[in-house]
């Protein structure tokens, strides 16, 4: 049970770090784009990355609320798959992990 806690409390801070990522890369993507024809290209580029890292923050987020929604259930460290335990090691590497390292 104190490992849920750690792991509880490390899936609280990160899910605070990928929201505040989250909020910087929807204000740049918002900030108007400059008139000059060259520059709007490289933005777009910076835009396409700004965006390709917001998909996979919100992805994380999504299975960092999951997992707290399995330690709220009681059933954080259990496989979704096959419902055998997940390794702490595996837990302590990725503490959102849902599958064992089998059914991953």
């Known amino acids: 049970m104190a490992m849920h806690t750690e ?15 989250v909020a910087a890369a929807e204000a740049e993507l918002d900030t108007p784009g400059d008139p000059d024809v060259e520059e709007q290209a490289s ?25 707290l929604g399995r330690i709220s259930a009681g059933t954080f460290g259990n496989c979704i ?17 849902a599958k064992c390292k089998d059914c991953a």
């Open 7 to 21: 792991l509880r409390t490390k899936l609280l801070a990160r899910q605070a770090q990928l929201a505040a990522r």
């Open 43 to 67: 933005n777009r580029q910076s835009d396409e990355v700004v965006e390709g890292l917001e998909d996979a923050a919100l992805g994380e987020l999504k299975q960092i609320r999951a997992a």
């Open 81 to 97: 798959e096959c419902g055998e335990a997940i390794s702490e090691a595996r837990l302590q590497a990725i503490p959102h992990a």
